[in-house]
């Protein structure tokens, strides 16, 4: 499986900021849309990833505070990134050994959509539950033995 196939499957509604928003303007925009995530972009570029994990360490470093911060301090400026053509189970290794819980999915220099930890394991238990019936399916339709093959 592929990461295409997530992305086939989730759709592919983006939520971006740019560096120089206030950082409470993107974490307004990250509750009222339910996301964990924002894609930071400049000038159509991939420029960092904004989650909970960065604001919260913002809001700590700035003395519980937002303040007048700007997404540019706050962001993940090197972020994790696959393609669509990334196997399942290297983001699963990557997102591991990062830690990471959202990872962009790049073309090129062309973003095409972010898939979450959530989304990786979502696919893999799908995956798996199709697996099972079919197994299941496979044996309840086991051909009988004729009573030649017996003797």
Known sequence: MKVSDILRVKGN????????EPLADAVQLMSEKDIGSLVVMERGDLV??????EVIQ????????????????AMDDAP????????LDEVRRMMLERHARYMPVMDKRMLMGVISFY???????DSQNFENKMLKAYIRDWP???EAEKS
């Open 13 to 20: 509604v983006l939520f971006t900021v740019t560096p120089e």
């Open 58 to 73: 913002s809001i700590v470093k700035n003395g519980n505070s937002l303040g007048t911060v700007l997404v540019r301090s």
């Open 119 to 125: 989304d990786v394991a979502k696919a893999v238990v």
């Open 48 to 53: 960092g990833m904004l989650t909970f994990r």
């Open 144 to 146: 009988a033995e004729d």
């Open 80 to 87: 994790l990134t696959c393609t669509t053509e990334t196997e």
